[in-house]
């Protein structure tokens, strides 16, 4: 332990490297440790740093989006770039983009009209400009937005879809359906999973026999063919958010046994450790054995779990989204997003709808990188 001065004592000074850090940091907790081991993790801070921001975008995803996702214009019109210089070359400061409009002449051979910059009408960007109104959180009126044009006209960073709808946008907004069925769905899953598998390897017997056929009942369903199967029973005239409720409890049912099967087999093991056998000798109830003894050393397991199963579940979402069975409009997700990208006629034409797949590759690097770096950390040795 340290002295009153927060130094090592002199009679440790001649012991080995670790244990003078251990006197240096004095008595940590194991919560301190964790994020004393997890921040020497660079792969891991810059996870957490993404998955931080990727949170916050989704959370205030109307003040984050320049336009309004719903707003029609010109169809499949190409990212627009953000230029230092005025229409005559000159460099300027004040950054700008020159939105891009019909020429009013037609591709000999597509036959779709052709587009091009007009260098006549700039638009101005600025940060925290007026545009489309909106409700925060859904109660707070606002129309303030991070970036945008200051005139309030449209800008298009990502180029527009079939129906002239701002990719950025959208893809910004469908960030808050996508990440939100990850995270209920791994809640309920991990909630489930964590508790059937404590419940099962804790009890053993002829419990644990029974309940581990079940999982096994569960694993053995070839998930992709149910996932359609079951999802196509929601009739179409059914409103999007029943829709959406049907897609996460599908999800939910058949995801929560693999964290079962990893649970039980931790818990069988710390089942035959000495604290817990001392604690069932002097009597100790069976729910404080569990949540007081085993649930905390699993816990980092199933933490870990957490982090790697989201990035599967947008993979999944995004999938069964292209497939046109995920979420139905008027709601917006990336996999919705990218039903426009069934065409390799469309994708060499109009390369640009493929932006949405820049959002889920982030999105699931980011939460990878999150669980490699807790991974580290959390492990003792």
């Keep these: 332990m340290t002295d009153i001065a927060g130094k090592i004592p002199p009679e440790a000074e001649t012991a080995p490297v670790v244990v003078q850090a251990r006197f240096a940091h004095g008595n940590e907790g194991y919560l301190a440790l964790v994020w004393r081991r997890f921040r020497r993790s660079v792969i891991g801070m810059i996870g957490l740093v993404m998955v931080v921001g990727l949170i916050l975008m989704a959370v205030f995803a109307d003040f984050v989006a320049p336009v309004n996702p719903k707003e029609n214009g010109v169809g499949f019109a190409p990212p627009e770039t953000?230029?230092?210089?005025?229409?005559?070359?000159?460099?300027?400061?004040?950054?700008?983009?020159?939105?891009?409009?019909?020429?009013?002449?037609?591709?000999?051979v597509t036959f779709q009209p052709l587009t091009g910059p007009d260098y006549a009408n700039p638009h101005v960007l600025g940060l925290f400009v007026t545009g489309f109104e909106y409700r925060l959180f859904g109660l707070i009126p606002a129309n303030r937005h991070l970036f945008g044009s200051v005139d309030g006209s449209s800008v298009h960073l990502l180029g527009t879809d079939k129906f002239g709808r701002d990719i950025l946008s959208r893809a910004i907004v469908g960030s808050r359906i996508s990440l939100t069925i990850a995270l209920i769905v791994v809640f309920i899953t991990t909630s489930v999973g964590t508790t059937i598998g404590i419940t099962s390897g804790y009890l053993g017997g002829r419990t644990d026999s029974w309940v581990q056929r079940f999982v096994d009942l569960v694993l053995a369903f070839p998930q992709l063919p149910l996932y359609l199967a079951l999802t196509s029973l929601i009739p179409i005239t059914a409103p999007s958010n029943l829709f959406l409720a049907f897609v996460i409890a599908v999800m939910a049912a058949l995801g929560w046994a693999q964290l079962s099967r990893e649970v039980r087999g931790k818990t069988l093991a710390l089942a035959r450790v000495d604290y817990v056998r001392a604690a069932m000798a002097i009597g100790a109830g069976d729910g404080r054995i569990i949540f007081r003894h085993i649930l905390p050393n699993v816990l980092s397991h199933v933490i870990v779990s957490v982090t790697l199963a989201i990035p599967a579940i947008v993979l999944l979402e995004s999938f069964l989204g292209f497939l046109g069975f995920a979420v139905k409009p008027p709601l917006i997700s990336w996999g919705l997003m990218l039903q426009d990208t069934g065409s390799f006629s469309v994708i060499g034409s109009y390369p640009w709808i493929l932006s949405p797949v820049a959002f889920v590759l982030v999105t699931v690097f980011a939460f990878n990188a999150l669980g490699d770096g807790l991974r580290d950390a959390i492990d003792p040795y």
């Design 82 to 108: 953000i230029s230092f210089r005025t229409a005559d070359g000159s460099f300027s400061f004040v950054p700008r983009i020159y939105p891009v409009v019909e020429t009013g002449e037609f591709d000999p």
